[in-house]
């Protein structure tokens, strides 16, 4: 048992996934669900996936000793604002948002100094949400990026990392900036990519799109598996990691337009060359074990 009390804010997809662990590994001797939805409320105590479900965020955080931020990451600050005062001394606050320097902005300003955040991302995800869409083996052998702020308490970090473990991720320890560049390139690009690709077929002409959809290959098939997930999370990813993915989105660009150039020009040795290389890190992918 690694806490006494373990509240989780936000039951979707990660939150519902985290308690799951929670309960079958028996890490917390009480785990409560907040929620502002009186039926995901609900739904959680149907499922048994926690002790309490409540819609008082201020009560379902006193004595806490850890606070778990699994709601979007536009609403992080909101929901710090809100605790702040409810929050016991030594508690530890962690997130599980794609974002990381916006959301630590946003946080910070609203913790006592006795309160301890450490921030965190599970690179784990399908395209549904909801707490029935959660399970135990999410987060096995994933990615887990803990961000640890320059002054926090090494025995707080410690606790976040073990955590972690126990819901079966791999730890990697990040600088706040390099990851938020790093996720924009893997994560965020390839999100609004998938957006304005189904979002191209949806404005085709009806019977042209009924043949698109009728007929879809693996590509656009996992297109639109990507474009399902959840609007409001990512409208807020995107929102908050402005700069990095603009930057990215840039490079993306450059690159698009000299394959332009190319099938313009007839150039059949440029994207030869091009694919070639790319080939080449879809390799790297599998060999590190992540294309599952």
């Excluded at 409320?41 to 002790?51: F, N, P």
């Excluded at 992080?76 to 530890?92: H, M, N, W």
């Excluded at 962690?94 to 965190?120: C, I, R, W, Y």
Aim: hydrophobic residues 45%; aromatic residues 6%; charged residues 25%.
């Amino acid at each position: 048992m690694l806490f006494n009390k373990v509240t989780i804010i936000g039951l979707g997809l990660i939150g519902s996934s985290i308690a799951r662990i929670i309960k079958q590994k028996n890490l917390a001797k009480t785990l409560v669900a907040v929620d502002a939805s009186k039926a995901v409320c609900d739904k959680v105590m149907e499922l048994g996936i926690a002790d309490e479900a409540t819609r008082e965020i201020r009560n379902g955080v006193a004595d806490a000793d850890l606070v778990i931020l699994a709601v979007p990451v536009g609403a992080c600050g909101a929901v710090a604002e809100q605790i702040r005062y409810a929050l016991k001394d030594g508690a530890i606050v962690t997130d599980t948002g794609s974002v990381k320097g916006t959301v630590v902005e946003q946080v910070m300003p609203h913790l006592k100094d006795n309160v301890h955040f450490v921030p965190a991302h599970p690179i784990a995800g399908t395209e549904h949400s909801g707490p029935e869409a959660g399970f135990t083996e999410l987060f096995i052998d994933r990615w887990c990026i803990i961000t640890p702020l320059p002054d926090s308490d090494i025995q707080a970090v410690e606790k976040v990392t073990a955590l972690w473990e126990a819901c079966g991720s791999r730890i990697e320890i990040m600088d706040v900036k390099r990851h938020d560049l790093v996720l924009a390139i893997t994560s965020h690009l390839p999100h609004l990519i998938a957006y304005t690709i189904v979002g191209t077929a949806t404005d085709l002409e009806e019977d042209t799109k009924d043949d698109v959809i009728k007929f879809s290959a693996s590509g656009f098939r996992d297109f639109t598996r990507i474009a399902a997930s959840d609007p409001v999370m990512w409208r807020d990813v995107f929102l908050n990691n402005k700069e990095a993915v603009l930057e990215i989105l840039q490079r993306f660009n450059e690159d698009l337009t000299g394959l332009q150039k190319a099938i313009r020009k007839g150039n059949g040795q440029q994207l030869e060359d091009h694919f070639t290389k790319t080939r080449k890190i879809r390799r790297e992918v599998i060999e590190a074990g992540q294309a599952a």
